[in-house]
């Protein structure tokens, strides 16, 4: 079964930082693999999403995450920290079971720094 | 926004009791899902929905029962609600009439509830 693992519950970054959300990732077939954010209570928005069309995926707010699959990794990077980035973040990969549900990591509570 | 409406939004109840949760899209989609989230588990898939009447497991089924008499409403059931499924669930509707894996997943606002 596919299963994702981000590393860091919390991370913490100082604003115009960089920042980098990891998220590796274990398939026995290419994944299909996501990032959401979650701001505090409201639900998930897709953040950005790897379909194997391009390695490089750009999302909004800049973000980006690359897909190293020697590494088995889809990390989430965004080149300068802003206050409004504070949120959870979720990497998810689509199931081997049916109509494609989602197995989601634990997630990674992302806080700026002034 | 992809037309998904979660009722109640806040809920609280006593052990024992049933209760039913709503979600509602107005878009047709084929494809609906529950989710419960719990601090530490991230989000973890109750049951789906490929069609009415077409339901089947997630990964954390036991003790839920779900429903899908029309395209546009999918019925979380909590027969005989526990203190363990005190949680936020999140419905979630699929974009694409296939299975494929690259359409993403729209959720809702979701319903918190406390089972006391």
């Known amino acids: 079964a596919q299963s994702v693992t981000q590393l860091g519950s919390h991370v913490s970054v100082s604003e115009g930082a960089l920042v980098l959300l990891r998220c590796n990732y274990s398939s026995s077939v290419p994944p299909y693999l996501f990032w959401y954010v979650q701001y505090p209570n409201q639900g998930l928005q897709l953040l950005l999403k790897?379909?194997?069309?391009?390695?490089l995926v750009k999302g909004i707010n800049g973000f980006e995450a690359e897909f190293k699959k020697s590494e088995t990794s889809f990390h989430l990077t965004k080149p300068s920290a802003h206050m409004s980035d504070a949120a959870e973040y979720f990497c998810a990969v689509v199931s081997g079971g049916g109509a494609d549900g989602l197995t989601f990591g634990k997630g990674t509570h992302l806080i700026i720094q002034p | 926004d992809a037309g998904i409406t979660q009722s109640p939004r806040h809920k609280v109840t006593e052990t024992g009791t049933p209760v039913t949760l709503r979600c509602h899209q107005t878009?047709?989609?084929?494809?609906m899902y529950w989710y419960r989230q719990d601090p530490g588990h991230g989000l973890r898939l109750i049951h789906y929905?490929?069609?009415?009447?077409?339901?089947d497991k997630g990964e954390v089924s036991d003790g839920y029962s779900v429903s899908r008499s029309k395209t546009e409403d999918f019925l979380l059931t909590l027969e005989s609600a526990t203190s363990s499924q005190t949680s936020v669930y999140f419905c979630?509707?699929?974009?694409?009439?296939?299975?494929?894996?690259?359409?993403?997943?729209?959720f809702g606002p979701g319903t918190r509830l406390t089972v006391l």
């Open positions: 979630a509707i699929k974009g694409g009439e296939t299975s494929g894996g690259t359409d993403t997943q729209y």
């Open positions: 790897y379909t194997s069309a391009a390695t």
């Open positions: 929905s490929y069609g009415v009447k077409d339901t």
């Open positions: 878009e047709n989609h084929r494809y």
